[in-house]
């Protein structure tokens, strides 16, 4: 993929960033400098520490995704699958396997445990804040409460969205596992995908009446059915 950079190399795996992450970023720490609290830091007085952390919120949020993706990518090594590299999107990542995993039932539990880390990794980090009283005062470490607390939601939020039966979620593959067992590999990918661009457009629907946010998420959703289809094609179909 000419539009990524390669930022480091994990179990052997190029991990690159692509190129919209570099506007993507500060965009999403923007967001979370503007938010009130519990989600954003609008409420931090020194401007120095509320953009901080809100670049750090920004940038924890690209490892939490790594580690989502590390997790679809120690699978598919164990199952014998190769990954030739992992893209990352602030939003979600792409693992580009060599080989895709023709047993169902493996690509099911491989698609399975990355949401399974968000969780886990969510229900983690919501645990601590739970657990201990948060700081009185942001410039005390309350700004770095927030952030935990503000990462653990996310992840809890990527975990289960991603369990949505539609393509390009991980739920989608999921989804894909089962179809496949009945038909053509390329043809499972299609009717996924399809399940996957009608969600997203319901989804920026609803947003226009509810949140800023539903219509971004759908933006990436499309882009990521139509992505992952065509890549199938690309693939299988020489011509
Ligand atoms: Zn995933």
Redesign the pocket.
Known sequence: MNNSLQIARILGIPIKIHISFLLVLPFFAWIFAIQPEPFGFAGVESTILKYSLSLLTAILLFVSVLI??L??SYFSLRYGGSISEITLYLI??V?SMKEELHEPSKEAKM?FV??LS?IIIGIVLLAFTSLFNPPASFSDGGGLFLMIFILGYINIILGLF?LIPAFP??GG?ILRAFLAQRMDFVEATEKAATIGKIFAFLMGLAGLFMSFWLILIAFFIYMGASGEEQQVKNRYRRF
Do not use: V
Request: hydrophobic share 20%.
């Open positions: 989502h993706e997790a679809h979600g990542g693992s698609a990355g949401p968000s991603n979620m991980d593959r």
